[in-house]
């Protein structure tokens, strides 16, 4: 069983900055594909980003050169830095972790964090 905690949502303007974290507990978090979605209301949940444990990234088209996800598996924590902030950025973000390896088929997701962008 995999816990996720996410933090660093809130309220941003247009063009704003903010730093999602995803802190994982109770699995071995090498072992996962951790990604972050997004589902806006009214709409179906979708891959923002995500990084496998050797670093390999994959982004949304609609938000490539703005966001950068990242992980320190020291800290078992991953990272969503989110730059450019558009209204359309608004969502709730959801953490996600996927099993790799002998762990495939494992998926668990965080409870979600609001990030409203607006003036």
């Known amino acids: 069983q995999v816990q996720l905690v996410e933090s660093g949502g809130g309220l941003v303007q247009p063009g704003g900055s903010l730093r999602l974290s995803c802190a994982a507990s109770?699995?071995?978090?090498?072992?996962?594909?951790m990604g972050w979605y997004r589902q806006a209301p009214g709409k179906q949940r979708e891959l923002v980003a995500a990084i496998t444990s050797g670093g390999s990234t994959n982004y949304a088209d609609s938000v490539k050169g703005r966001h950068t996800i990242s992980r320190d598996n020291a800290k078992n924590t991953v990272y969503l830095q989110m730059n450019s902030l558009k209204p359309e950025d608004t969502a709730v973000y959801y953490c996600n972790a996927a099993g790799t390896g002998l762990y495939t088929g494992r998926n668990y997701w965080g409870q979600g964090t609001q990030v409203t962008v607006s003036s």
């Open positions: 109770g699995s071995i978090f090498s072992m996962y594909r």
